[in-house]
Each structure stands twice: as C-alpha cells, then as structure tokens.
C-alpha cells in the first residue's frame, strides 16, 4: 500500500463535490479516480478541484481493478447503491454509501452481507451526526441534564422543487422510493442517535398536497410514530413540499428535562426559571456545502487506518432503514408493523 490512501468517488453531481473536497484535504487522502458515465464529466470534475492525479473511469469494474484505489464513496443516485457498495466491498475497498443506502430489504440484506463477508470498513452518509447542535445534544445527554428519555422527536422538512439538480430523478419511485428513504432517513437517524434504543414497531401516514404540485410519484409528506424499547416513543415528520426555507426541528423530552433544537430546560439547574439558549450550527440548511462532509470523512479514514468500525457502518444503517421500509409497508396496509423486519 502506498503511503497515502487512494480514493475513488463514484458520480459527478452535488454531493461528489464535498466528498472531493473532503477526501483532498484530508491529510491521509488522495483522490485518484471519479466515475461517470461520461469521462468528460469525471476530467471536468477533477480539474474544477485541482486533482492533478485523478484519472476519470467509465468502468466501475476498471476502477476496482486499481491497487491505488482504497476508499470508495458512493454518491450516485439511490437505486445504484447496493450494486455499486456490494461491487466496492467484493473488490476489498472500504466504502462510504450515500443515503439510502438501499431501497428494499432485499437490496439493504445484501449490501449489509456483502460487507460483513468482506471485512471492508463501511460509513453511511449520515453526516448530521457532526452537526454542532448534534454534537452538542450528546453532550448534554452525557451530562444527565436530560434524564430518561422518553420522547425523542426530528423532522426533515425540505422543498426539493423542481429548481434542484437530483429533482428528475429523485421525484420516480424507481430512483426516490419513498420521502422517508429518499431524505426523511437523516431524521430517522437522527432520533436514533439520540436514543441508542432499538425499535420495535412504527406506524405511518403519508400524503401529497392537493394537486400533487410538484409530481411526486410517491407521497412527498410522511408522518412515522416509532415505539422503542421500554415504551419510548419517537416522531419523524418528513416534508418535501415543505413551503418555507429548509429546517430540521430536533426536540427530545427526558424526566430531567427538554431541549428544544438549541434551547434546553434542565430540572438539574436549580435556579434556572427559562429556556437557556446554546448559540450553535443548527442544522438548519439543506445546502450540502452546509453538511459536515469533512467530519464523517475523517472519522472514516480513522476507522480505516485503525481497523475499526464506525458507529454509522451499514450495519448501524440497517436499522434505520428498517424503520423507512416498515414505515411504508404500515401507509400501504394501514397498520402497525413490528420490527426487526422478518
Ligand atoms: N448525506 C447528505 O446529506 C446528502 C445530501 C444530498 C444528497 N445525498 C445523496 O447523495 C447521492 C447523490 O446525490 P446528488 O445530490 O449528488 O445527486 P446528483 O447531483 O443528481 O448527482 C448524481 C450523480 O450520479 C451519477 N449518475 C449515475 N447514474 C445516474 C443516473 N441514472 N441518473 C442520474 N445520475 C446518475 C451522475 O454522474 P455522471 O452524470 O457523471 O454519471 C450524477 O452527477 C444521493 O443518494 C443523495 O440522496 C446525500
């Protein structure tokens, strides 16, 4: 192995983009190759971030085939990623996977085996976990300024309108598959993190305004009650409809006490008599240059070169898939479902 760590990102849009600039400043990084479907792209791309060493792949196969090549990042559209991960982890590269990182249980079992048997490192684009605010509420909790948790809330409510770029695709149900798996997961996700508890049945309601303004080929709205272990409980609104700027309200309800996205109440404060507001980064934009790509990126290149697994591997992922794939099984028959999923 040569002394940097050879890296791959696969597609050419958005999100490529901070995995490019991640994987570069990273100080035990390079980014030797992009795939696209068209070498002109993946030549543009390189050149519009100053790789000087970066060869451009049409080819997945071609690309794996390189020894140079260590880490992968898949950031291509949904229904692309258990093929490419699973194609990453057979080749015996480690593997970022953009979220969703499947969009059936068959796809999410696969890719979870795939990496498993292949003993590769894995992270899920999960990158809200590094958010400030995030960050911070975990301290918090660390603190016991909480208590026990019994009600943890998070809603992604985001206006993906016809202005975005990944808009064409993501609107089909082939390419999207439902507003929870397509964007409403990071909420998902982030309930979990807060939680550390394992789920055990959701329930779920999901709509389109009237008119279906904006085409959606699944409903665009969803609402997901989860009950988690010792009767907790937790909400997950997902809007991409959503009318008014991008915002992604965060409340979490313990015996101790309430934050409400950066503002807590805390019986363990004696004198406290209101809300004590945190100035912070709230996750408050849908801009991916916003997202805290550079964070998850290093810890993944942690979890590499120290050989251990990340805390938002696949198979932490799995999980929170689990709860979008119950969620839309629970709208089509109108009922609770348990999970894990059989
Ligand atoms: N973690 C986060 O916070 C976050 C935020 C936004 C998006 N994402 C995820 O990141 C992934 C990529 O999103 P993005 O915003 O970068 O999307 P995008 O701008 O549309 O880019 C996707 C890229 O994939 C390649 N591609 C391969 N096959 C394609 C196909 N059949 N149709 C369209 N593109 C295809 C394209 O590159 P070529 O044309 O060069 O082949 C395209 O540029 C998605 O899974 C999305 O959910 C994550």
Redesign the pocket.
């Known amino acids: 192995m040569s002394e940097l760590l050879g890296a791959a990102i ?8 901070e995995y490019i600039k991640a994987f570069h400043k990273n100080p035990h990084t390079e980014v030797r190759a992009i ?4 070498a002109a ?2 030549e543009a ?1 390189a050149r519009e971030y100053g790789l000087e060493r970066c060869r451009a792949y049409t080819s997945l196969d071609e690309l794996l085939r390189a020894d140079d090549i260590h880490v992968v990042a898949v ?7 258990v093929e490419q991960g699973v194609a990453c982890a057979q080749a015996g590269k480690h593997v970022i996977v ?3 990182v499947a969009l059936d249980l068959e796809g999410l079992r696969k890719l979870d085996r795939a990496i498993r048997e292949a003993g590769v490192r894995s992270a899920v ?4 976990r590094w958010n400030p605010l995030a960050e911070t509420i975990q301290a918090i909790l660390a603190e016991g300024l909480l208590g026990d948790l019994y009600y943890v809330e998070a809603d992604y409510l985001h206006g993906i309108t016809r202005d ?3 808009y064409p ?2 609107r089909q149900r082939a ?1 999207g598959g439902t507003a929870l798996l ?2 409403g997961c ?1 909420a998902v996700d982030a309930v979990r993190w807060f939680l550390r508890k394992e789920a055990r049945e959701v329930f779920c309601y999901a709509n389109a305004s009237r008119g279906n303004p904006l085409d959606y080929e699944y409903e665009p709205n969803s609402v997901v009650l989860i009950q988690f272990e010792d009767g907790v409980m937790g909400k997950v609104a997902t809007s991409l409809e959503h009318m008014a700027p991008y915002t992604f309200p965060i409340t979490l309800m313990g015996n101790r006490g309430v934050i409400r996205d950066n503002r807590l109440f805390t019986k363990m404060w004696p004198g406290q008599t209101g809300w004590a507001v945190i100035p912070t980064v709230l996750p408050d934009s849908g801009a ?1 240059t916003h ?1 805290p ?1 550079m964070q998850l990126v290093a810890h993944f290149v942690d979890c590499v070169l120290s050989g251990t697994e990340s805390h938002v591997n696949v198979a932490d992922a799995v999980k929170t898939h689990e709860i979008c794939l119950a969620a839309e099984i629970s709208k089509l028959e109108g009922r609770p479902v348990k999970l894990p999923l059989a």
């Open positions: 696969l597609g050419t849009g958005d999100v490529s983009g795939l696209s479907r068209e792209r993946a791309k950031c291509t559209p949904h229904h692309l990623h953009e979220k969703p684009g999960f990158v809200l975005y770029r990944l695709w993501l390419f397509t964007a990071h991916v997202h790509f």
